[in-house]
Structure formats: C-alpha cells, structure tokens
C-alpha cells in the first residue's frame, strides 16, 4: 500500500466514522478539505452506495442488478451537485451551528438514534409529534421543518427506492432508543406510537 492509499484511507475511515456513511453532506465536507482526491472519494461512495442498493445475492448480479446499482450511482452523484437544503437533520443542525452530536446531548436523545433519524433509519410513521417540536427548540425551527427532514426521501433513499420499498431497511423510534439504551422515562416522555 502507498503512503496515498493510506491517507486516502484514513480520510474515508474518518468521514464515515463521522457520518457514519458516505452521505451527501459528508463526500461535501470531505471534497472540500481534500479536493485532489474528489475524484476517489465519489468513486468510493457511489461504490458503497451501490453496495447499500443491491441485494446480497450468491450469483454474479443479473442485468437488472447492474442498471439498478448504476441507476443508483447516478442518483447519488447527481443529488451531491445539488446546492444544499435543509433535507437532513444534520443540514438544520449545521444551519443553527451545531452538530448532530451536541444536538443529541442537549435534547437528551443518544447520538446514535438522531444519526439513524439523519440517515433515514428510522420510519417516520413511529417519530411521533413531540421528537420534532423538542428538536425545533433546540434549533431555532420549526417542528415542520425538524419533521420534513426525515418525511422527504435523503439521497440514498431515493437511489435505493428503485429496489422498492422492502429493500429499505428502517426501524421503529422506540426500537431505536431501547437499541441504543435510552432512558425508559425518556420514551415515554416522547408519546411514541405504539
């Protein structure tokens, strides 16, 4: 291994162990600190995006599979040419100048549970009303615009939607923080959906 490959290495090793996954804002950020390698950095996450898109199969991948992953590919590079919106949590977090992490330890809720909020992970149908209006507090928004971070698909999601809906793995809110080891009175306090 070169000492390139190494530090190309070690730069996707820190952004997805800060975003957990290549997503959109995170290949920005890391584009922008590290522009001579733009070009291995998207490749790198188109790749894991393809990887997230198509199904764990034995076989050698079918036609199908090949259109869908690079029909996926094309969605991904494609949504990180568009300017930035508020279409993540962590978008509105960063608009009000904190980061997803500070954003769980002052609204109490394990990081790990707003990382999966950001990426999609969790169904919306099970967030509840009092998530998004402790969040909008928190952030100087509104509880409509905290919620319209995870009821519009992010860019992986929409590159995943050609699988169909069965394909997108998410969870349920209350799943998620017992998952992540949450304060039972916590839960309760959010009124989830049973």
Not at 11 to 33: H, K, N, Q, W
Not at 37 to 45: Q, R, W
Not at 120 to 133: D, N, Y
């Amino acid at each position: 291994m070169t000492r390139s490959d190494e530090q190309l290495e070690d730069i996707l090793d820190s952004m997805i162990y800060r975003f957990g996954a290549p997503t959109p804002e995170g290949v920005r950020e890391t584009v922008t600190r590290h522009p001579a390698l733009k070009a291995a950095i998207l490749e790198f996450a188109a790749g894991w995006q393809e990887e997230d898109a198509l199904p764990r199969a034995a076989s050698l991948p079918s036609v199908r599979e090949v259109a869908i992953a690079a029909t996926a590919q094309q969605m991904f590079a494609a949504g990180l040419t568009q300017p930035a919106v508020a279409r993540q949590l962590s978008d509105l977090a960063k608009r009000a100048g904190t980061s997803l992490d500070e954003l769980a330890v002052r609204a109490m809720i394990p990081s790990s549970v707003l990382h999966k909020l950001n990426g999609g992970r969790i169904s919306p149908a099970t967030i509840g009303t009092v998530l998004p209006v402790r969040l909008a507090r928190l952030l100087d928004a509104t509880a409509e615009a905290v919620a319209s971070c995870w009821s519009g698909a992010s860019v992986p999601q929409a590159a995943m939607a050609f699988l169909g809906p069965a394909n997108v793995t998410q969870m349920s809110l209350r799943a998620a923080l017992i998952e992540a080891g949450a304060d039972p009175d916590l839960i309760e306090e959010l009124h989830l959906p049973r």
